[in-house]
């Protein structure tokens, strides 16, 4: 069985729902910790103090993920689950949905208002810029300069992105991969340079890859 893809928001997006004059404003975040969704939710309540609900759903990284949800008021797995079902079924880990509800006068009963959260949060999420999230390797290096150009066109042959580069007395180079393409590079630098570079450090971590290019990625809930 495949291991499932997680993925993460690089950039979050707001939506908007109506439904017998009630109307439901969602927002996407890019979250790392339990007290930045705090945050965030202490904002849209003072935003929008004269909204009758302000409902969310979260996941944070972790082994095992850390997923809270929340109905503020409205009937029992009407909004909090079916925002955190969506963020299940994509996979999406450092991600919190919101849901502002500006009550119309109507009572949409409890289908109603699953259809109504859910499609509020999709708009959201649609909008919203996201990407796949995998294990990568960074390595940083001190070469001769003889050595430089040819380090540089193997890290690029084995799809790597140079993170920082400094010409000292001897060149430093930090450089990032994925897993599997940091096992290649490292085993084609041993027969280029004669087993004479070998990297001053090694970070195991998790990246990105937005524009051709990887980027670290922290999702510590540290």
Do not use: W
């Amino acid at each position: 069985m495949s291991e499932t893809k997680l993925c993460t928001l690089l950039k979050g997006a707001q939506g908007e729902f109506e439904e017998k004059k009630s109307r439901f404003l969602s927002q996407s975040f890019c979250v790392r910790r339990e007290e930045e969704v705090a945050e965030i939710l202490a904002g849209l309540r003072k935003q929008h103090y004269d909204a009758r609900h302000v409902c969310y759903a979260y996941i944070l990284h972790g082994n095992p993920p850390v997923e809270k949800s929340s109905d503020d008021g409205e009937p029992a797995k009407t909004a909090g689950l079916p925002m955190l079902d969506l963020l299940r079924a994509a996979s999406l880990r450092n991600t919190l949905i919101t849901v502002v509800r500006y009550f119309g006068g109507t009572k949409l009963g409890t289908g109603g208002l699953v259809r109504a959260y859910t499609a509020a949060a999709k708009e959201a999420l649609h909008a919203s810029i996201a990407a796949e999230v995998f294990p990568a390797v960074q390595l940083s290096l001190n070469l001769d300069y003889g050595l430089y150009g040819k380090v540089a066109r193997l890290a690029e042959d084995c799809c790597g992105t140079v993170l920082s580069l400094q010409f000292l007395a001897e060149v430093s180079l930090t450089l990032l991969f994925r897993q599997a393409d940091s096992a290649r590079f490292l085993t084609a630098l041993i027969e280029l340079s004669g087993g004479s570079v070998a990297p001053e450090k090694t970070e195991m971590l998790f990246a990105v890859e937005t524009e051709g290019k990887l980027c670290a990625l922290s999702l510590s809930t540290g």
